[in-house]
Nanobody, 116 residues
Framework: QVQLVDSGGGLVQPGGSLRLSCAAS????????MGWYRQAPGKQRELVAI???????TYADSVKGRFTISRDNAKNTVYLQMNSLKPEDTAVYYC??????????WGQGTQVTVSS
C-alpha cells in the first residue's frame, strides 16, 4: 500500500511562486506515472502536469511555461514548482500516482490560494 502526502500550499499574491511536494511512503520506482491535479470550487478536477518514470512530462495548456513538475526518486518525492501564479490557479492541488500494477493513489490535497 502506497501513501502520498501533499504539502506546500498556501496563500500567495498574484505573480508569486510556490513549490508543492508529494512524498510517497514507498519507492517511486514502482510508480509509472506521477502527476498533479487541481480542483477549484464548483469545477471538476483537472490535470495540471504529469511525469512518467522515464522523465517525460505533460502540462495543461493553462500552466505551460509557468509550472514545472519533477521527481526525485532518491527522496521518493514529486514536486510542482509554480511561478507567475494567477488568481485562476486557486484550487486544491492533489498528487496522483499510478503503480505499475495498475493501482491509483491520491494524496489528501493541499490548498493553493492566489489573491492580493
Amino acid at each position: 500500500q502506497v501513501q502520498l502526502v501533499d504539502s506546500g500550499g498556501g496563500l500567495v499574491q498574484p505573480g508569486g511562486s510556490l513549490r508543492l511536494s508529494c512524498a510517497a511512503s514507498g519507492s517511486l520506482f514502482s510508480m509509472i506515472v506521477m502527476g498533479w491535479y487541481r480542483q477549484a470550487p464548483g469545477k471538476q478536477r483537472e490535470l495540471v502536469a504529469i511525469v512518467t518514470s522515464g522523465g517525460s512530462t505533460t502540462y495543461a495548456d493553462s500552466v505551460k511555461g509557468r509550472f514545472t513538475i519533477s521527481r526525485d526518486n532518491a527522496k521518493n518525492t514529486v514536486y510542482l514548482q509554480m511561478n507567475s501564479l494567477k488568481p485562476e490557479d486557486t484550487a486544491v492541488y492533489y498528487c496522483k500516482g499510478v503503480h505499475l500494477g495498475g493501482s491509483t493513489y491520491w494524496g489528501q490535497g493541499t490548498q493553493v490560494t492566489v489573491s492580493s
